[in-house]
């Protein structure tokens, strides 16, 4: 019998952030990954077989073609469903839309990813903003990765007291890395269609109360995205106020430009030489020393890992939905701790904020 705080998680998909989860909730010591579900039979499957993770079929035919390529099978996704406390959906997009009616008639607690719609969880979730929340809840949506880094920066400002508006733009990346021969684009930039672009009124689906605007361009490469942001203070503030206000939140990382940290490129060699698996940037990544204050208006730039910033408020969202920790702070600070976060706070000082 599994021991009450302890809390059972399943996760369906076995993608880019399928795996990621999955191996941040091996790192947790009040969690145990009871299993994975996916349609495929691939070198991923193989991997996490590998690792040690049960494999379950997710859809009719899927454990049969599992082993037909020798994987060993625990069950089908009713079998995993059964056998967990939450489930953890990380499907393309409108699949888990699909699935969420499957948890719901068997009572099960789940998660789904940010390219599903707000109303299919009736809940949309980053740990900083809007925990509580989902305390208890039948079901969140951990929100995308632009849309996470948003409520991240500006809930930081909110909570110093010195945000009233923010415009955004956004530089996304075309496509995952791992999928760049399969679409993308190249030798041109795509604006978005329509202004404000979808991250804006997304960020108001976890705190209404954010006044913001965001444009957003895609772009020919697959590493990360790079955010440029306006905002209009409450008040004239000095450059170490904001700073502060910043790095107040353990998820947001200052890097500088005079340290070489020029690109996105380098930053993600920095998470390699961390020894971050997959080189994950889960916090957002802040140029302290290209962010600029005049007056009331501030001017800033950060780094998005499309593939990793949504992991931890995974992890945070699943504590939620289990009920066993009812304090934000708390739930943060256990997930940062496992995976690493706060190894960037330690490369330098943290009052070194440039020239303002």
Request: charged letters at 20%; hydrophobic letters at 45%.
């Amino acid at each position: 019998m599994v021991h009450s705080d302890i809390t059972r998680v399943g996760v369906n998909g076995y993608g880019v952030i399928g795996k990621r989860v999955a191996a941040a909730v091996r790192q947790q010591d009040d969690m145990i990954l009871v299993g994975v579900a996916d349609v495929s039979a691939d070198w991923r499957l193989r991997l996490a077989a590998r690792m040690g993770f049960s494999l379950y079929g997710a859809a009719p035919g899927a454990a049969l073609a599992m082993q037909r390529a020798g994987l060993p099978v625990a069950g089908d996704l009713d079998d995993l469903i059964a056998s967990v406390d939450v489930m953890v959906d990380c499907t393309p997009k409108g699949i888990g839309a699909a699935n969420a009616e499957v948890y719901r008639r068997k009572d099960k607690p789940f998660i789904v990813q940010g390219g599903e719609k707000h109303e299919v969880a009736g809940h949309s979730f980053v740990a900083e903003s809007s925990y509580a929340g989902a305390l208890g809840r039948p079901a969140t949506r951990v929100v995308s990765c632009n849309t996470t880094s948003i409520v991240r920066t500006l809930t930081a400002l909110k909570q110093a007291g010195l945000l009233r508006r923010a415009r955004g733009t956004l530089l996304r990346r075309a496509t995952d890395p791992w999928e760049s021969d399969r679409g993308g684009i190249m030798n041109t930039l795509a604006p978005e269609p329509q202004i404000p672009s979808h991250q804006g009124p997304d960020a108001q689906s976890v705190d209404p109360d954010l006044d913001v605007v965001t444009m957003a361009v895609k772009v020919p490469e697959t590493i990360a995205h790079l955010h440029y942001w306006s905002v209009q203070m409450t008040r004239a503030a000095d450059k170490a106020e904001v700073v502060a206000a910043f790095l107040a939140s353990s998820r947001i990382a200052a890097i500088r430009m005079d340290d070489g940290l020029t690109a996105l490129n380098s930053v993600k060699e920095l998470m390699a030489d961390l020894g971050r698996p997959h080189d994950n940037l889960y916090e957002v990544a802040l140029w302290t020393d290209m962010l600029r204050v005049q007056g009331d208006e501030l001017f800033y730039a950060y780094m998005v890992d499309n593939q990793a910033i949504v992991i931890p408020e995974t992890i945070d969202a699943i504590r939620a939905l289990s009920g066993r920790i009812a304090a934000p702070a708390v739930s943060i600070a256990r997930t940062d701790s496992s995976l690493g976060i706060g190894a960037l706070d330690r490369l330098g000082p943290p009052d070194q904020v440039g020239d303002s």
